[in-house]
């Protein structure tokens, strides 16, 4: 059975830097679309990167192009988001996601889309203070 589990989430101060991991068994990441999705209370969660299997490039959301980077890390099947110059409204649950499906698109929302999903890990927090 396929699982992905987050870790590296914790307190940051704004304009400091965090790495998140994502250890994922069961499946081999370069296979699978590895995303990163984070949500705040009341509102929808919120597609920020994503390693495309198809082509290996990552996709971000305008969010947070610029300041976070994921890269994956084969050998030890884990996924990785590299978060700097983090701002108090980067404060959320972080999740990351795996989806099977082949994409060619070149746009970031077709990657982007938590529906297109089908596993996901339990989520670690991120707090950022000002």
């Known amino acids: 059975e396929a699982q992905l589990v987050e870790s590296g989430g914790g307190l940051a101060q704004a304009g400091g830097s965090l790495r998140l991991s994502c250890k994922v068994s069961g499946l081999a990441v370069d296979e699978y679309n590895i995303a990163w999705f984070r949500q705040t209370p009341g509102k929808d969660r919120e597609g920020i990167s994503c390693?495309?299997?198809?082509?290996?490039?990552?996709y971000y959301s305008n969010s947070v192009k610029g300041r976070f980077t994921t890269f994956n890390d084969i050998k030890e099947n884990t996924v990785y988001l590299e978060m700097d110059d983090l701002r108090p409204d980067d404060t959320a649950t972080y999740y990351c996601?795996?989806?099977?499906?082949?994409?060619?698109?070149?746009?970031?929302?077709?990657?982007?889309?938590?529906?297109?999903?089908?596993?996901w890990g339990q989520g670690t927090q991120v707090a950022v203070s000002s």
């Open positions: 996601a795996a989806d099977g499906t082949l994409r060619l698109s070149p746009s970031a929302r077709d990657y982007l889309d938590p529906q297109e999903y089908q596993l």
């Open positions: 390693i495309s299997s198809a082509t290996g490039k990552s």
